[in-house]
């Protein structure tokens, strides 16, 4: 089993910043390709973000590429999304997700085994 457990949401304006951090535990980190998903009202989950299990390589939604940065370091089992230039548009529940030996391009869920429990990121217009 792998715990995972979500920090750094909370409410910006448009053009803000903001950090989420992603601390795991229970299974070997370095193992897992990690994911940032995230979920607004009345829709669905949707891919926003992965980093490879080896750390070879990331890949972004093209909503966020350019403005979000997915980043992890296994020394603290940690995975980030940095968000800069935040859009009203990015407004949801901010999820992270854990895949063994996962590549950065499982971009859907269903490929997840762990999830977190989410946090919330709202952005003010």
């Known amino acids: 089993q792998v715990q995972l457990v979500e920090s750094g949401g909370g409410l910006v304006q448009a053009g803000g910043s903001l950090r989420l951090s992603c601390v795991a535990s229970?299974?070997?980190?370095?193992?897992?390709?990690l994911g940032w998903f995230r979920q607004a009202p009345g829709k669905e989950r949707e891919f926003v973000a992965a980093v490879s299990w080896n750390s070879d390589s990331t890949y972004y939604a093209d909503s966020v590429k350019g403005r979000f940065t997915i980043s992890r370091d296994n020394a603290k089992n940690t995975v980030y999304l940095q968000m800069n230039s935040l859009k009203p548009e990015d407004t949801a529940v901010y999820y992270c997700g854990a895949r063994l030996f996962g590549s950065s391009r499982h971009v859907s869920l269903s490929l997840y085994n762990y999830w977190g429990q989410g946090n919330q990121v709202a952005v003010s217009s």
């Open positions: 229970g299974r070997t980190f370095s193992d897992y390709g």
